[in-house]
């Protein structure tokens, strides 16, 4: 529902905005969830910094966004971390994700042309796709 409430809130209001040149950038963010827009004209990036369950005081990973939308998922000290050009997609296949076995969901996600970042219970971070993200 949150993922729900923030797409329509930004395709309704913001984005229109940004579309007229009323905003140059904009970003909502509801939890661990986020859809960031930049106007058409415009080289602004949003940077989003992650920590992981495993390590909370530090940031792990870094996320750069100009137009899709960020969901991460936290299961024990698993967490993933999906981008995706709607907020609901980026949702679902977060959720989808982290239930399913890591090696299987990497198959998965490659095949679907994700883009992710999944912290695993070792402390491992493994990229998916080419996510605009660097791993500190």
């Given amino acids: 529902m949150r993922a729900w409430t923030i797409q329509k809130a930004f395709t309704e209001i913001l ?3 940004l579309d007229n040149g009323q905003l140059v950038a904009v970003a909502l963010q509801g939890g661990d969830d986020i859809l960031a827009g930049v106007a058409q004209d ?3 990036h949003w940077g989003f910094g992650y920590t992981t369950p495993a390590n909370p005081e530090r940031y792990a990973y870094h996320f750069e966004l100009q137009k ?4 991460t998922v936290k299961a024990g000290f698993e967490q ?5 050009q709607d907020l609901i997609t980026a949702v679902v296949w977060a959720d989808a994700g ?6 299987l969901f990497t ?3 490659e095949r679907q042309g994700l883009q992710a ?3 695993n219970g070792r402390r491992e971070l493994i990229t998916i796709g ?6 500190a």
């Fill in 42 to 44: 415009s080289d602004w």
């Fill in 80 to 84: 993933l971390s999906i981008q995706a």
């Fill in 130 to 135: 080419q996510p605009e993200v660097a791993i």
């Fill in 107 to 109: 198959q998965t996600a």
């Fill in 98 to 103: 982290l239930k399913e076995d890591a090696v």
């Fill in 68 to 71: 899709p939308a960020l969901a």
């Fill in 117 to 119: 970042v999944l912290a």
């Fill in 15 to 17: 984005q229109p905005l």
